[in-house]
């Protein structure tokens, strides 16, 4: 079991460029989520996913898209970039495995580290 | 709305003393209740939950929790440090009891040897 894999790991762009950040597991699990790591700022949702063909906003999806064509990937997609959106990207899945619902466990991927210049 | 918060940014101990990593909590209605931990470069691992039942949550790598309702806190601890501890620790509660988590600002955990 590879887990939650995550490409590329490095990437630097220039403003205005665009870009698509890969994640994928193999734990079968439903729900899959995108968030952004800042400084003194933990983790933020951007994007999130119910299922194999939904998506849904977060707490910060301004300037991202996503899709879910397959069950097991999840891409982020950045189609203008901006200095702001410079950050650590990790990609999540979860469940569900039919318990109380928010008791499923995380299961993050090594992370993505996007420069915009 | 759901929150927490992790009121110390860093916490300094040394290498087989006590540790604890504060976390505090507000939710509406049943709190479940989750920390991670993240070492340099990495994802975030898993460690330990909270869902019912026993105040005491023992976790990975000999990290353990104390669930108290009544100060609404939810601290992680580990009897004797490992200079291998010294990472990134966050806490996080379900998003209004759904499957999406809020995560605290996390507390960087340094232990000298």
């Known amino acids: 079991n590879a887990g939650v894999t995550q490409t590329p790991k490095f990437r630097v762009l220039k403003t205005g460029q665009s870009m698509t950040l890969l994640c994928a597991q193999d734990?079968?699990?439903?729900?899959m989520y995108w968030y952004r790591q800042d400084p003194g700022m933990g983790l933020r949702l951007i994007h999130y996913?119910?299922?194999?063909?939904?998506?849904a906003k977060g707490e910060v999806p301004d300037g991202y898209n996503v899709s879910r064509l397959k069950k097991q990937n999840f891409l982020l997609g950045l189609e203008s970039a901006a200095p702001s959106q410079t950050s650590v990207y990790f990609c999540?899945?979860?469940?569900?495995?039919?318990?109380?619902?928010?008791?499923?466990?995380?299961?993050f991927g090594p992370g993505t580290r996007l420069t915009v210049l | 709305a759901q929150s927490v918060a992790q009121p110390e940014d860093q916490v300094n101990v040394a290498e087989g003393n006590p540790l604890t990593v504060k976390c505090t909590y507000s939710?509406?209605?049943?709190?479940?209740l989750f920390w991670y931990v993240q070492y340099p470069n990495r994802g975030l691992q898993f460690l330990l939950k909270?869902?019912?039942?026993?105040?005491l949550v023992k976790g990975s790598y000999g990290f353990e929790a104390e669930f108290n309702k009544s100060q609404t806190s939810f601290h992680l601890k580990k009897p004797s440090a490992l200079v291998s501890d010294s990472a990134l620790y966050f806490c996080?509660?379900?998003?209004?009891?759904?499957?999406?988590?809020?995560f605290g600002s996390g507390t960087r955990l340094l232990v000298r040897p």
């Open positions: 999540a899945s979860s469940g569900p495995r039919g318990g109380l619902t928010g008791t499923d466990t995380q299961y």
């Open positions: 996080a509660v379900p998003m209004d009891s759904s499957y999406k988590l809020i």
């Open positions: 734990m079968n699990h439903e729900y």
């Open positions: 939710v509406s209605g049943n709190p479940y």
């Open positions: 996913s119910v299922g194999e063909g939904t998506t």
């Open positions: 909270y869902i019912t039942g026993d105040n």
